[in-house]
């Protein structure tokens, strides 16, 4: 999920199991919707008034003609996209150009250091024709020519870095300008942890690395909060839990992992459920740091662990009431 979030924006369906984050594009509002018929939604009204409106609507154009004022604004957000579209594309073509030049800057500094990384120079040839030894005047002139050309390539990496910098902001300016919304650039992991017996949320670490959470943070969390008598483990087939750390993991613990079938998340419907339930619990909430966002998800927790469910074995009871009286199956 995003790293801030305000209640007045939808939070985006984000899958990241396929190893690369896939985020939910923003649709567009759609404008209401009117059709004649709407006119008998009122069960009170006069049915031959209803009748005589239903008749005056249906005889309507269905395209009544737009004034010109009216579609000027139409046109100039048509326009406006069509800009914003070009000005994007002549910004990849720029980027294109400067990766093309760098690539040719590297191959230069790489064919100046080549000769400093060859190692000693080899011994001078025997003969009357031996070259003079390099004077101390030579060798600092030497030196001083290598820590210039160091200097310069640091100073190039900086110029490099400020350059990016100023092209993700252009770049997520339009894409602002674009969709109207804000770009999201900063996400945070979260790993649900549910018991599909007693329902019960073991847990939700959370990870600032986003996207770029491992396979070991995954392991870790897991280490702390499985339980020591788990025999199953279900799971999607994300990279995470088809890494070897995974697997290692599992045959240390001893349970058997459950993966399920590819493209079809009802498989674990349980945790797909929770997400949602999650979500929707988060959605009036805000927060604008990682670290506010651990309150909002523990208060969540034993909330949702002390609540009636009805999809238990004893419906009404909670999943730490369940799971107090299992004993009893």
Request: glycine share 4%; net charge positive.
């Amino acid at each position: 999920m995003p790293a801030t979030h305000d209640v007045a924006v939808k939070l985006p369906a984000v899958s990241g199991s396929s190893g690369r984050l896939v985020v939910e594009r923003p649709t567009e509002v759609a404008t209401e919707r009117t059709w004649p018929g709407q006119v008998f939604a009122d069960s009170t009204a006069d049915y031959a008034a209803a009748m005589r409106a239903f008749a005056a609507a249906s005889a309507a154009p269905a395209r009544p003609p737009t004034p010109a004022p009216e579609g000027l604004p139409a046109r100039q957000d048509r326009a406006a996209r069509r800009v914003v579209r070009q000005q994007e594309a002549a910004l990849r073509d720029r980027r294109r150009q400067v990766r093309a030049h760098r690539r040719q800057e590297d191959a230069a500094w790489r064919a100046v250091r080549r000769p400093q990384r060859t190692g000693p120079a080899p011994p001078p040839p025997a003969g009357p024709h031996r070259p003079r030894p390099a004077t101390r005047a030579e060798r600092q002139a030497a030196v001083a020519r290598r820590r210039a050309l160091r200097a310069a390539r640091r100073a190039d990496v900086e110029r490099r870095q400020q350059e990016d910098a100023a092209w993700r902001a252009e770049r997520q300016s339009l894409r602002e300008r674009l969709t109207g919304l804000s770009v999201v650039t900063a996400w945070i992991a979260v790993l649900v942890i549910t018991d599909n017996c007693t329902r019960q949320c073991l847990g939700l670490p959370l990870f600032v690395a986003g996207p770029k959470v491992t396979a070991d943070l995954i392991v870790a969390a897991l280490r702390a909060l499985l339980p020591d008598d788990l025999q199953f483990l279900i799971s999607d087939r994300g990279v995470h839990f088809t890494a070897q750390v995974f697997e290692a993991m599992a045959r240390e613990h001893g349970f058997v992992q459950v993966v399920i079938a590819r493209h079809r998340p009802e498989s674990n419907g349980i945790a797909e459920r929770f997400v949602r339930t999650l979500k929707a619990w988060l959605a009036d909430t805000e927060w604008t740091a990682a670290g506010e966002l651990a309150a909002p998800l523990d208060q969540f927790r034993a909330e949702y662990n002390d609540r009636p469910h009805q999809g238990l074995g004893l419906p009404g009871l909670s999943p730490n009431e369940f799971a107090d009286r299992i004993w009893l199956f």
